[in-house]
């Protein structure tokens, strides 16, 4: 048993050391949250002015497209508070911090999970998710029930892990590579970017890759047509 | 017998560039890569408790040579045992059993006291409490890590730095330790202290050492035995005195810089 949480104490160490450190920059720490928090809204600033004009976007207003914004935004918030270790592997192997890890006696992913959390990324992130849930989550019709919490529970770890595996995937690459920023740029952002919008509005290699390469469109677009219960590509 | 090498090898494939920007172009259509050998057939053993100087000039492939033996760099050929275990393979049991220092390189949490990085390898390495707080006790008596333990590590001067992480580096009490180039950029003093840290530990807790330096002094302090290398080739294997002899100079320095001048 106590094996089973040596893992989490060890990372939880770590996160106290993390805080300790970046409580030292505290403005910094300040102005990151605010950063993030305006420039991932400037995005969706865009699609509320879109929508000023048009009705929908391929059959979903404007309360749902901040759904599915909604569960980008709060996957992520996880994603950086627990992963950006992996997000940023590339720099440990090209600095050569990655044989510090080596050296020690620990599972290297372990290592590399627990010396890393972009907590106020995460805030900046989680805020913004939040507050499109807020917004939306009562205007879309659904009956937020027990099961329906849980499916939303499970989204979002779903999403989380999907993301954290793309991630997982780009880095490995980095041993061949050693910089694979570009790489992850052109797959993993760019598909990120068309992941906000449904998925019946792009052509079909797009849809392919949503579905198939890069799997988003498990992480916000099929989850929200659960619970929109929307139709479209249905057929 | 806690260190075995035998005719290790390792080469490193490596793309030339081309110089201008055509040369750029042409290297992305047809990479030209070449072959390095940074280290070519060394052989050698080290004894339980033995400190080791290991000589050679910049590029000699003693770098190379202790990634291998601390299990970061697959070998190209050969054959490496460490206290029973070969280091690429079973790479947790067998760092558990030894420590590194980069001279360039620190293992220090840059924001944080020292105290902070100490407490984290105890949990990382598993530390008992006593044994942790005797051999702090210990390595401060020498160190004198006391004077700089509640500043953070961004404040601290080369030296300081450098004789933290010689400490944490040795605080699981490995059974080896290489150093690779620990005094590197240190003044006398600070020097001085590293190496009575060296010679001290080497004595009472019996520490296998590798030691890579290019400062002589270092060597002739703390070592009994040395390695000297150049150009992936062992050029030398015994006592400092019989190296002495064999090169007819009483002076250790010159000794050494006559077998890299071509002396021989």
């Known amino acids: 048993m106590r094996k089973l949480f040596e893992p989490f104490s060890f990372y939880f160490q770590h996160s106290k050391m993390l805080t300790k450190t970046r409580m030292q920059y505290k403005l910094d720490a300040f102005l990151c949250c605010i950063a993030v928090f305006v420039r991932e809204s400037a995005g969706i600033v865009g699609v509320f002015l879109v929508l000023q004009t048009f009705n929908n976007i391929g059959g979903w207003n404007m309360q749902e497209l901040f759904f599915l914004f909604s569960i980008i935004f709060l996957t992520y918030s996880f994603l950086v508070f627990l992963f950006s270790g992996i997000r940023d592997?590339?720099?440990i192997v090209n600095n050569g911090?990655?044989?510090?890890?080596?050296l020690r006696p620990r599972s290297v992913l372990l290592q590399i999970i627990s010396a890393n959390s972009d907590y106020f990324a995460a805030i900046g992130h989680g805020t913004l998710g939040l507050v499109l849930f807020i917004i939306s989550a009562n205007s879309i019709g659904t009956d937020w029930s027990f099961a329906n919490i849980l499916y939303l529970i499970i989204t979002i770890i779903g999403g989380v892990l999907i993301q954290a595996s793309i991630w997982l995937l780009f880095s490995c690459s980095s041993f061949f590579l050693i910089k694979t920023d570009s790489l992850k740029d052109f797959?993993?952002?760019?598909?990120r970017k068309f992941a906000g919008y449904p998925l019946s509005v792009f052509p079909g290699f797009i849809q392919k890759l949503l579905m198939f390469v890069i799997p988003f469109a498990f992480v916000n677009y099929f989850p929200a047509q659960y619970f929109l219960h929307k139709p479209d590509l249905a057929n | 017998m806690s260190i075995i090498v035998e005719n290790l090898s390792k080469t490193f494939k490596i793309k030339e560039k081309q110089k201008g920007i055509g040369g750029a172009l042409k290297s992305l259509v047809a990479p030209k890569t070449k072959l390095i050998k940074a280290v070519e057939d060394i052989s050698f053993t080290i004894?339980?408790?033995?400190?080791?100087?290991?000589i050679g000039p910049n590029g000699a492939g003693k770098s190379t040579t202790v990634k291998m033996l601390s299990g970061i760099l697959y070998p190209s050929a050969g054959r490496i045992n460490v206290n029973g275990l070969v280091p690429y393979k079973n790479r947790i049991e067998h760092v558990k059993n030894i420590g590194v220092v980069f001279g360039q390189k620190?293992?220090?949490?840059?924001d944080l006291p020292i105290t902070d990085t100490f407490d984290l390898l105890k949990k990382i390495y598993k530390i008992p409490s006593d044994v942790y707080s005797r051999n702090l006790e210990l390595f401060n008596?020498?160190?004198g890590l006391h004077e700089f333990e509640t500043q953070q590590?961004?404040?601290l001067s080369l030296g300081q730095r450098m004789r933290a992480d010689i400490a944490a580096a040795f605080l699981h009490e490995p059974s080896i330790v290489f150093l690779d180039e620990p005094t590197i950029g240190l003044d006398v003093v600070a020097k001085e202290k590293i190496r009575l840290f060296i010679k001290e530990i080497n004595r009472v807790k019996k520490t296998t050492l590798l030691f890579t330096t290019h400062d002589m002094t270092d060597i002739e302090k703390t070592c009994q035995r040395i390695i000297v290398i150049d150009k992936g080739k062992i050029l030398y294997d015994g006592t400092i005195d019989s190296f002495k002899t064999k090169l007819n100079k009483d002076d250790f320095n010159e000794a050494v810089y006559e077998?890299?001048?071509g002396g021989i």
């Open chain 2, 259 to 261: 077998m890299f001048t």
């Open chain 2, 47 to 54: 004894d339980d408790g033995q400190a080791v100087g290991f």
């Open chain 2, 153 to 155: 590590v961004r404040q």
């Open chain 1, 89 to 91: 592997f590339s720099n």
């Open chain 1, 97 to 102: 911090e990655f044989d510090k890890y080596l």
């Open chain 2, 141 to 143: 008596e020498i160190l």
């Open chain 2, 106 to 110: 620190s293992q220090l949490w840059w």
């Open chain 1, 187 to 191: 797959l993993y952002w760019n598909t």
